[in-house]
């Protein structure tokens, strides 16, 4: 997928947190409980016309050999399917604009023919810390749990519950 930046033209919307809204985490005063941690955000716009990048690195200038991106996030939330390396990491977020992630859509099908989506600024970018022996609780990719997903309806199988 080629992205388009447009870094000076649309900034993001980055609200702060208060006690109605999503906190920006993990970050420096975050205690982890596990591994990997659980991202959120506030929302830049609403998701159904968008999605989100999330990139994390173990670099504060998020060099490529040091950056895992993680694309076309529907929600303002994200648990990576990898458990982390203990030590400090950054991260950070953009909006990928008019990205659609219903299937079927227009964005869909630009995106598939190698058509440039624009991508927001980014995010303020915030640090957290891995420490070592947490307990390992990465969650499989929407992906992959869509595919492991029994589509059968319950009680219509060979056996008969009596």
């Known amino acids: 997928m080629e992205v388009k930046q447009k870094l000076g033209e649309r900034p993001l919307y980055q609200p702060i947190s208060g006690p109605f809204h999503v906190d920006y985490a993990p970050d420096e005063h975050t205690v982890l409980a596990e591994n990997p941690p659980r ?22 200038s998020f060099q490529e050999e040091e950056t895992m991106t993680f694309a076309q996030l529907p929600y303002n939330f994200f648990t990576p399917d990898r458990v982390f390396e203990p030590g400090d990491y950054y991260w950070r977020y953009a909006l990928l604009v008019d990205y659609s992630v219903q299937q079927g859509s227009e964005a869909e099908a630009d995106a598939s023919q190698g058509k440039p989506q624009e991508l927001s600024a980014w995010s303020e970018v915030r640090r957290f810390t ?23 309806h319950p009680g219509c ?6």
């Open 39 to 60: 991202f959120t955000w506030m929302a830049a716009q609403q998701e159904d016309e968008n999605a989100y990048l999330l990139q994390v690195s173990g670099s504060p």
């Open 130 to 152: 891995v420490p070592t022996e947490l307990p390992e609780t990465p969650l499989p990719s929407r992906a992959e749990r869509y595919d492991s997903t029994d589509t059968s």
């Open 157 to 162: 199988g060979s056996e008969r519950v009596g």
